[in-house]
């Protein structure tokens, strides 16, 4: 007697059913029919004994109009019309062969469970696609795919060639398994000698998901090799093919660009964000640097200050901008590669006494920054000369730019011709509300950590510092006015002699080298006009009673 093999009944749910009670708990029209037409229903009752069962499946008519009746009789399931009327014996005839002819090609339990989803064809394709399937599986030679909206493609055993349409990354297209048409556009772009054309084929390629041309077209725009330099589209391009595995991309996407062409030596022209920046100076892992032009026109502060008071950087409304809006701006990647800067800043406000100014006083603040201004020292300090320090607004014309630099009711800055100017007063506005120019700078992280760095930025705007580097202001409170005399004089790096000038508003000055007439104003200087000596000033100088005979 020959042995029978017994095996289960696998339902719709995934349930294997070994027993007739079962097969009638979890009863599926299709699946049962799909199991008639090849013979395993037939066979699996005669293995479990159903004798019964079987014999009136061997005499039953498939081609009878009541046949799905009789075969749930047979059963013993409740016939539905309802269910009935979506499954045929013909169909499940055709998804038998189907089966039959997929089993040549794989025998992943996974696949033949979704025979449903099987294209062998170009027909069976669109077929499948139309219906609404979310995934296809290709057993076939060559495909060309359509343009419906989040389809995943995957091949069967050996890998179909497909040909994918333009833009089916935004479509939501996936494919796995497959030869695409990609292979022939990478042995193009590879041999291309036109630049432009040849970041045009790696775009190609790199829109139907390859990820060496993803890599290659990132490249193209980190370098601006037949396309304009671009970060945003780097990190877009290096990230997709990250994603997909590519170690190099992986690797790359650690530094934005200009880190690399830090450290490859270039100090001008380097994308960072939307602007292009030039560095100023080094230290170990840092980096200083500004933007290589003024990249947008801004008042240093929004409101006017009494007599006596004044903005200053930690206040003012254009670091408030820099650190919040303007940082923004950048990308999550570039902001962590910013750090963190403890700026001293020095400036000055006048001092006054009843209704006579008696000089301006040096302040220090100190503030923590991520994006800043230069103060008036780094700007003498970073740039060789006038013509270096000369920057123009988008539209091309050279214009004044800001420094953080402030003194009372003015802000310091650079002028469209590159001199460096402390305490500004255009057309007889205070400068602090004047619309100039632009120029953030910023410490810049050369390492591969991303850890926010504090880093102690000093700038001695207005020289507050003694010859032994000791503060030479620490209060200006109850001060008095000879004492206040001799603390300016320090501060100014000038002495009583120089300003031994009897003032009144109808005397006139002579050298007393030359006796040539004295040009000038007393607030802001006089040089002789003869033998050129010069008597320096100071606002307020002439008016304190030292400065009396």
């Known amino acids: 007697m020959a042995r029978r093999y017994m095996f289960p009944l696998i339902m719709a749910d995934g349930v294997q059913v070994r027993k007739l009670e079962e097969l009638r708990d979890h009863f599926d029209f299709n699946c049962v029919l799909s199991y008639y037409a090849d013979g395993r229903l037939l066979e ?21 109009p009541d046949f799905n009746k009789n075969l749930c009789d047979i059963l013993g399931v409740k016939y539905s019309e309802e269910e009935a009327a979506h499954a045929s014996l013909s169909d499940a005839s055709e998804k038998n062969e189907r089966l039959n002819e997929l089993r040549k090609h794989t025998a992943d339990n996974k696949i033949l469970a979704a025979v449903d989803s099987v294209a062998f064809t170009q027909e069976d394709l669109m077929r499948l696609v139309n219906s609404g399937k979310d995934t296809v599986y290709l057993c076939g030679k060559q495909f060309i795919i359509p343009e419906n909206e989040g389809v995943t493609y995957i091949g069967v055993d050996t890998p179909p060639k497909v040909e994918l349409p333009n833009g089916f990354i935004s479509l ?13 556009i990478i042995s193009q772009a590879k041999a291309c000698k036109d630049e432009v054309e040849r970041a045009k084929l790696w775009r190609t390629a790199a829109e ?10 990132a490249c193209c725009y980190e370098k601006g090799i037949g396309v304009e330099q671009s970060e945003t589209e780097m990190i877009k391009w290096y990230g997709e093919s990250a994603e997909q595995g590519n170690e190099k991309a992986q690797k790359l996407l650690l530094q934005p660009i200009i880190v690399r062409k830090i450290l490859d030596g270039e100090r001008r022209d380097l994308p960072f964000g939307d602007y292009k920046w030039q560095v100023l100076e080094i230290q170990e892992d840092y980096a200083l640097i500004i933007t290589m032009n003024i990249v947008e026109m801004r008042e240093y502060d929004t409101q ?19 650190n919040n809006d303007f940082f923004n701006k950048f990308n999550e990647q570039c902001r962590n590669k910013i750090l963190t800067a403890d700026i001293l800043t020095s400036g000055s406000k006048n001092y006054y006494q009843g209704s006579f100014s008696m000089g301006k006083i040096p302040l220090t603040v100190n503030t923590k920054d991520k994006i800043f201004l230069l103060s008036t020292d780094e700007a003498e300090k970073h740039f060789r000369d006038n013509s270096e320090r000369i920057a123009r607004e988008p539209k091309g014309e050279a214009m004044l730019w800001w420094l953080r630099s402030f003194a009372d009711g003015h802000a310091c800055g650079v002028s469209s011709g590159g001199g460096v100017n402390q305490g500004i007063e255009i057309n007889g506005y205070k400068s602090m509300r004047y619309i100039a120019g632009v120029r953030p700078a910023l410490w810049l992280s050369l390492g591969n950590d991303i850890k926010n760095v504090k880093l102690v930025v000093e ?5 507050n510092k003694d010859s032994d580097g000791s503060d ?4 200006i409170d109850s001060i008095s006015n000879e004492e206040l005399a001799k603390q300016m004089q320090k501060a100014m790096g000038t002495s009583s002699d120089a300003h ?4 009144s508003s109808t005397t006139k000055y002579n050298c007393d080298n030359c006796n040539g007439s004295l040009k000038g104003s007393i607030f802001k200087g006089l040089h002789c006009s003869e033998c050129g000596k010069v008597y320096g000033g100071a606002p307020g100088y002439a008016e304190h009673p030292m400065y009396k005979k």
């Open 44 to 64: 699996w009752l005669e293995t479990r004994y159903y004798d019964d069962e079987a014999e009136k499946i061997k005499t039953l008519d498939k081609n009878a």
């Open 172 to 184: 939501g297209i996936k494919h796995k398994n497959v030869k695409t048409n990609v292979d022939d």
């Open 208 to 217: 139907m998901g390859d990820a060496e041309a993803q890599f290659e077209l």
């Open 304 to 322: 006017e200050y009494p007599r006596g008071e004044t903005a200053t950087w930690e206040t003012c409304a254009l670091r408030q901008y820099l």
């Open 459 to 463: 700038a001695d705007s207005v020289n």
């Open 472 to 475: 030479v202001f620490s209060t």
């Open 500 to 503: 031994s000038i009897n003032y």
